[in-house]
T-cell receptor, first 115, second 109 residues
Framework: GAVVSQHPSRVICKSGTSVKIECRSLDFQATTMFWYRQFPKQSLMLMATSNEGSKATYEQGVEKDKFLINHASLTLSTLTVTSAHPEDSSFYIC???????????FGSGTQLSVL | GQQLNQSPQSMFIQEGEDVSMNCTSSSIFNTWLWYKQDPGEGPVLLIALYKAGELTSNGRLTAQFGITRKDSFLNISASIPSDVGIYFCAGLHARDMRFGAGTRLTVKP
């Protein structure tokens, strides 16, 4: 079946640095990908919709300049957390819909810890 | 975005027991999906439902797409310790995807 690969799985960084997370659709093309944030014991919170070849669509309350999204190809979307702070520490997950649009596949997630 | 109403929030059951959880919405969906998430991992698709009234099984898991297209349930029969995790429902209509808040399942050996 379709697979979404997300890297890195875990990253620890110093406050003030930037972190890039990659999300790849391995055997299908994804013109749209989604980025979520998940706090412990809570559900997925949609942050933004990544659109290939155009600007990402951000959910209300999500800072565009803080969470930079780039969808440069039909198989790759990246989320860059800029000038990370400890409150940005969280589990970030990407997903991509199948080409038929009837299923959504998730990456394995990235645990970000900002010291 | 707005979440689906998923219940129960958590369940503590004994190994071997059956489990049932459901999701409801005020909106109609064309697709219902059920996912399981293990700690530190992304959600994994368990079952996908595409037609109102559809009943689909995947091993010990059974899910149904409600007739009204506004609800779905997931049953797990004869639970085992590895069923532990968070189960999410998701409804899809056009490009609108909404998630339930999750059901946290604990299975006692």
């Amino acid at each position: 079946g379709a697979v979404v690969s997300q890297h890195p799985s875990r990253v620890i960084c110093k406050s003030g640095t930037s972190v890039k997370i990659e999300c790849r659709s391995l055997d299908f093309q994804a013109t749209t990908m989604f980025w979520y944030r998940q706090f412990p014991k809570q559900s997925l919170m949609l942050m933004a919709t990544s659109n290939e070849g155009s600007k990402a669509t951000y959910e209300q309350g999500v800072e565009k300049d803080k969470f930079l999204i780039n969808h440069a190809s039909l198989t790759l979307s990246t989320l860059t957390v800029t000038s990370a702070h400890p409150e940005d520490s969280s589990f970030y997950i990407c997903s991509a819909p199948a080409e038929t649009g009837e299923k959504l596949f998730f990456g394995s997630g990235t645990q970000l810890s900002v010291l | 975005g707005q979440q689906l109403n998923q219940s129960p929030q958590s369940m503590f059951i004994q190994e071997g027991e059956d489990v049932s959880m459901n999701c409801t919405s005020s909106s109609i969906f064309n697709t219902w999906l059920w996912y399981k998430q293990d700690p530190g991992e992304g959600p994994v698709l368990l079952i996908a439902l595409y037609k109102a009234g559809e009943l689909t099984s995947n091993g010990r898991l059974t899910a149904q797409f409600g007739i009204t297209r506004k609800d779905s349930f997931l049953n797990i029969s004869a639970s085992i310790p590895s069923d532990v995790g968070i189960y999410f429902c998701a409804g899809l209509h056009a490009r609108d995807m909404r998630f339930g808040a999750g059901t946290r399942l604990t299975v006692k050996p």
